[in-house]
């Protein structure tokens, strides 16, 4: 599927071997062993070489505050991924798309308003957002700008917002056609 990737079944933590690979020449490096410590040294190996851009495969969520300040660039958590796409195969005939956040604590949606709709037609200050959802950007036009509370909804935007996880049923029913 990826025609200009190499996969390398080497020690990924060995300087050695990433440099008998060229792996400065790479412009992405993705370490994905069983172990997360080995994936994330051998990203920030690969970082050392000048990768621009590299990744971890790391299963505990907790590691992924420490990555970034190390210098990995991107950490990929199979369980927050598997979730994303469990909640794009379940979305509702309102959302485009559903993302989780940070420990499964709040997600991005993206719906379009219908006509029909609660929120359409409604000033976003007084349409009854839950407390703990943002409107975070709304594309009307091919135009994106950010909201404020006096902006109006109308038929055929696209939203992006996110919500506190409690809140999302919520929110999904705002866009919710009768």
């Given at each position: 599927?990826?025609?200009?990737?190499?996969?390398?079944?080497?020690?990924?933590?060995?300087?050695?071997?990433?440099?008998?690979?060229?792996?400065?020449?790479?412009s992405?490096?993705?370490?994905?062993?069983?172990?997360d410590?080995?994936?994330?040294l051998?990203?920030?190996?690969?970082?050392?070489?000048?990768?621009?851009?590299?990744?971890?495969?790391?299963?505990?969520?907790?590691?992924?505050?420490?990555?970034?300040r190390l210098?990995?660039?991107?950490?990929l958590?199979?369980?927050?991924?598997?979730?994303?796409?469990?909640?794009?195969?379940?979305?509702?005939?309102?959302?485009?798309?559903?993302?989780?956040?940070?420990k499964?604590?709040?997600?991005?949606?993206?719906?379009?308003?219908r006509?029909?709709?609660?929120?359409?037609?409604?000033?976003?200050s007084?349409?009854?957002?839950?407390?703990?959802?943002?409107?975070?950007?709304?594309?009307?036009?091919?135009?994106?700008?950010?909201?404020?509370?006096?902006?109006?909804?109308?038929?055929?935007?696209?939203?992006?917002?996110?919500?506190?996880?409690?809140?999302v049923?919520?929110?999904?029913?705002?866009?919710?056609?009768?």
């Amino acid at each position: 599927m990826l025609l200009k990737a190499e996969v390398i079944n080497a020690d990924a933590t060995s300087m050695d071997a990433l440099k008998r690979d060229r792996l400065e020449t790479s412009s992405v490096f993705i370490a994905a062993t069983d172990k997360d410590d080995r994936n994330i040294l051998a990203a920030l190996l690969a970082k050392e070489l000048g990768t621009p851009h590299c990744m971890a495969v790391v299963r505990q969520p907790d590691f992924s505050m420490l990555t970034s300040r190390l210098g990995v660039d991107h950490t990929l958590i199979p369980r927050v991924i598997f979730g994303s796409h469990i909640l794009d195969m379940t979305l509702s005939a309102e959302c485009l798309a559903r993302s989780v956040l940070h420990k499964e604590q709040a997600e991005i949606i993206e719906f379009v308003v219908r006509d029909g709709a609660r929120v359409s037609g409604q000033m976003l200050s007084a349409a009854g957002f839950p407390r703990g959802s943002l409107m975070a950007a709304i594309v009307r036009a091919n135009k994106v700008f950010i909201p404020t509370g006096k902006d109006v909804l109308m038929p055929r935007d696209r939203v992006v917002m996110i919500a506190k996880r409690s809140t999302v049923p919520d929110v999904i029913r705002m866009f919710a056609t009768p």
